[in-house]
């Protein structure tokens, strides 16, 4: 509860970690109010109002009225939800936080829809008294005298002894941006003397109070809506309000708690110490009274971890507050309004009315949920979007896009000369596009994305990477040239393969870091989401190709499980013919299921991968991108032909065999693409290699447009 210096609010805060994969709206908010809610926050379009249940998830139609100002969602940072039938005011694997206040004064100034509207400095406040009602603020925002923000920051700008202090951002001022998993922004006030004064701001703006820096708006963040939270506490609750912070897993550009302080409130030193959280649920909820200096308010905080894979409204909100919502928050086309069932979620429609004031969605920072019945405001971080469950960090064995997204399955292709990569991903209309970084960055393209708890430790992600050249080891395996990572996650029936062409490449609990002399050749990637119920064909495809094991984690329960696993681990030699795995299994079907054919073949099968294998097994003809000798040549004769490809293009570029490392086999008829290990020659039919292919027309067409040059068949 608040300090109660005029009135007793009860206040909940709710962390919402990573891990639990939980949206805070739907699933948090919604749920533990039992009740109906409305959000204004960002949202996507697969993250829509729930009107089909008990408890309904409304989105606020962007622009709202508030205070008298027209709001729109895109020009409003600020997030927040009103818990209907409560009295209260508050991605999926984003962290996020929900801060819900219970007040109908509160509930019936944001349900008609210190708020600052975007393109002004002037702003308005609704603050703890007997008329809950927007009013302007004593100053504009941007300067630094009278109004209530440097009011209350006034021993946070500047020094006061007494006040001890915790401020964290994912933009801190005068910092470069620090933080991808977590959206979370604001500060705790602690007086470090005998006085039980305590404050937790909470606020939406990027580069804003500069600890000891003197006050000072960022005058980019003009044009944008924003919104603050603040509320007073004893300290018996710091304890609490840490928790939630904690889950949200906030950079911290601040702190001067003192060892007294963090000794006796254990939560705030796990906080600034930054102990991780690794058990389940992955998602607080903590619940308690603002000082009631005016009127004690409930209050009900959420932290969201980024392991929780949680929509913060559908999932969160809407089930853990059991009621209606109606969200504020920027969100996609997959993210509905939610009709059915007890609770609905809706999106408040932009442009919203504020306070007289037309708000865009699309200009606002602000996020909220109001929820139905409850009389609870939800101030919130997280966008209403399918993407904001996926964010780097999150507990996930899967393949991974650009953006942190989940995808069936990708092609990277980087050519020779240059560190810029191409990224073919599982969606409707397949395609080559540009990553989203360079390759040898460690963030934003796929590749680190995919292997993020690979090269660093997550303890629910195994693992097992194979290579003939492993990184931080002399070149290790004459026989097979066979490189790539297996990663698992068996309590959420997830799995992965990554199959690329790099040697010194991807070491394990190391920094990402691209191996600099493999920039002048190319090379590619292939990464496959599967269920764990195949890690059997997976694990016999690999343990064929005779690979060099450098990394392997996979426990006894998973071994015990996956026979073929086991023999890979434990080197089971191939005794018996025909020393060929072919094995034909699906993707997960994140976006669509995809059909593969994983070919291993052994030393001893003394089999062409190209002509016996592969042209042999999909009784079709081919074309091969691979290296090959002079006595290797296309093969024109016979019903199904094999035709070389001396030279490809992509995205203008033209690329020569001998500068790339990259491998593959276009079948035709098939729309089927093979990623190959193997060269085209005499000699390497007693090398073992790996052949994996995947069915799809779109894929087929991008490589065969690649195919520049095939050598003609004229007879």
Request: net charge positive.
């Amino acid at each position: 509860m608040t300090k109660a210096a005029h009135a007793i609010a009860n206040i909940q805060a709710f962390g919402k970690h990573s891990k639990p994969f939980a949206d805070m709206y739907a699933r948090v908010l919604r749920n533990k109010f039992a009740a109906s809610i409305r959000v204004w926050a960002p949202s996507d379009t697969r993250s829509k109002s729930i009107c089909d249940r008990q408890y309904q998830l409304r989105k606020i139609v962007s622009p709202m009225q508030l205070a008298g100002s027209q709001v729109s969602r895109q020009a409003d940072s600020a997030k927040w939800a009103l818990i209907d039938g409560k009295n209260t005011d508050t991605d999926k694997r984003t962290s996020g936080a929900a801060v819900c206040l219970e007040n109908a004064g509160v509930y019936n100034a944001f349900r008609r829809a210190a708020f600052n509207p975007p393109n002004a400095v002037s702003s308005s406040i609704i603050k703890s008294d007997a008329n809950f009602v927007w009013a302007p603020s004593a100053q504009n925002v941007n300067l630094d005298r009278e109004h209530s923000i440097v009011r209350t920051m006034a021993d946070f700008i500047a020094n006061n002894g007494d006040i001890k202090v915790l401020a964290y951002s994912d933009d801190p001022p005068n910092l470069p941006s620090r933080n991808e998993k977590s959206k979370a922004k604001g500060v705790l006030l602690v007086h470090s003397g005998a006085d039980d004064e305590a404050a937790w701001f909470v606020h939406t703006v990027p580069k804003f109070l500069a600890h000891l820096g003197g006050y000072s708006w960022p005058a980019a963040e003009t044009p944008k809506g924003h919104m603050f939270l603040c509320l007073s506490l004893s300290k018996a609750h710091l304890n609490s309000v840490a928790k939630a912070i904690r889950y949200q897993e906030p950079f911290i550009y601040a702190n001067n708690l003192s060892p007294a302080l963090l000794t006796q409130y254990n939560e705030l030193s796990n906080l600034a110490t930054g102990v991780e959280i690794r058990v389940t649920p992955f998602l607080e909820h903590a619940k308690f009274t603002t000082k009631a200096v005016q009127v004690a308010a409930n209050i009900e905080a959420f932290g969201k971890h980024t392991k929780s894979y949680s929509d913060m409204y559908a999932k969160v909100l809407k089930k853990k507050l059991a009621a209606s919502i109606r969200i504020w928050a920027p969100s996609d086309t997959r993210s509905k309004s939610i009709c059915k069932g007890q609770y609905h979620l809706r999106k408040v429609a932009s442009p919203m009315q504020f306070d007289g004031v037309q708000v865009r969605r699309e200009v606002d920072s602000a996020r909220w949920a109001v929820v139905d019945g409850k009389n609870i405001v939800c101030l919130t971080t997280n966008d209403y979007k399918a993407t904001e469950k996926q964010i780097p960090g999150a507990a996930v064995a899967t393949c991974k896009d650009d953006g942190g997204n989940n995808v069936d399955w990708y092609f990277v292709y980087k050519p020779p000369n240059v560190l810029s990569s191409k990224l073919l991903k599982s969606d409707g209309n397949p395609a080559w596009a540009a990553s989203g970084a360079n390759i040898d960055q460690n963030r934003g393209h796929s590749i680190i994305t995919t292997m993020e708890n690979f090269v660093q430790y997550h303890a629910q992600i195994n693992v097992l990477a194979y290579s003939d050249d492993p990184p931080n080891l002399p070149p290790r395996n004459e026989k097979s040239k066979t490189k790539g990572v297996l990663l698992v996650r068996s309590a959420a029936n997830e799995a992965a393969w990554f199959v690329h062409t790099v040697p010194n490449f991807l070491a394990y609990l190391n920094a990402y870091s691209w191996p600099a002399a493999e920039t002048a050749k190319g090379h590619m990637f292939l990464c496959i989401s599967f269920s764990s119920a195949i890690l059997n064909s997976v694990g016999k495809a690999i343990r064929y190709q005779e690979p060099y094991i450098y990394v392997n984690n996979l426990p006894a329960e998973i071994l015990n499980q996956h026979m073929e696993l086991s023999n890979l681990i434990n080197g089971i030699d191939v005794r018996v013919t025909p020393f060929l795995a072919h094995e034909t299994f699906v993707t997960k079907g994140e976006q669509a299921v995809a059909n593969i054919q994983a070919f291993g073949k052994h030393s001893k099968s003394f089999a062409d991968m190209y002509a016996r294998i592969l042209r042999n097994k999909f009784a079709a003809s081919i074309m091969v991108w691979s290296p090959a000798d002079a006595r290797s040549k296309s093969i024109c004769r016979g019903q199904h032909k094999l035709q070389k490809i001396t030279s490809i293009q992509f995205d203008g570029v033209q690329v020569s065999r001998g500068a790339d490392s990259a491998k593959w086999a276009l079948i035709d008829g098939k729309s089927t693409v093979c990623f190959t290990t193997n060269d085209y020659t005499a000699t390497d039919k007693r090398t073992p290699g790996a052949a994996v292919c995947l069915k799809n027309a779109g894929v087929y067409n991008a490589f065969r447009t690649a195919a520049f040059n095939v050598e003609a068949c004229n007879n």
